[in-house]
């Protein structure tokens, strides 16, 4: 005889200590799988980039204008590097916190755009010698693989389209 669900034990996942009713209550909350594909790891892996970057921009603009090879003195400098740093996250917590399958695909094709943008702009800083040739390799390949993952988040590395 079986005992009733709420006086018997929790059962463990095999690869952890959580319950499995913990692990299925963590999964309800991001999608209802407890594994990912490549357009789900794509898009946290994006929306991480993206709130990592626009915080250091917004809580450290001249950090982030020293590691850029800026004058960090220059206010025009810090206050664009704040704007910076306001856009970046908030479109990583559209990544995160989509409203409907349509919000987070019009996410997906606005930040492919601003990523694939963002990535020209530092190739022609560097060009015309408005970054240093590190600080604008830097920039532009953080932004190429920015560019690479909303992509895939899309689900247009081979070649089809699909809201995840």
């Not at 019009?106 to 015309?128: N, P």
């Not at 693989?145 to 247009?156: D, E, K, M, S």
């Amino acid at each position: 005889m079986t005992r009733p669900a709420a006086s018997r034990p929790a059962r463990r996942a095999p690869h952890g200590n959580l319950p499995y009713r913990h692990m299925e209550y963590m999964a309800s909350l991001w999608g209802g799988a407890l594994t990912m594909d490549a357009q789900t790891v794509a898009r946290y892996s994006l929306a991480g980039i993206r709130l990592v970057n626009g915080v250091a921009a917004l809580l450290a603009p001249r950090l982030v204008a020293r590691r850029l090879g800026a004058d960090p003195s220059r206010p025009a400098l810090v206050y664009v590097l704040r704007m910076f740093g306001v856009r970046t996250v908030v479109i990583g917590i559209e990544l995160l916190l989509p409203k409907d399958p349509e919000q987070l695909e019009r996410s997906l094709r606005t930040g492919t755009f601003i990523h694939a943008s963002d990535a020209l702009s530092a190739a022609c800083a560097g060009c015309e010698g408005l970054l240093s040739a590190r600080a604008a390799t830097a920039a532009t390949a953080i932004s190429t693989v920015n560019t690479a993952l909303a992509l895939v988040a899309r689900g247009q590395a081979h070649g089809r389209s699909t809201a995840c």
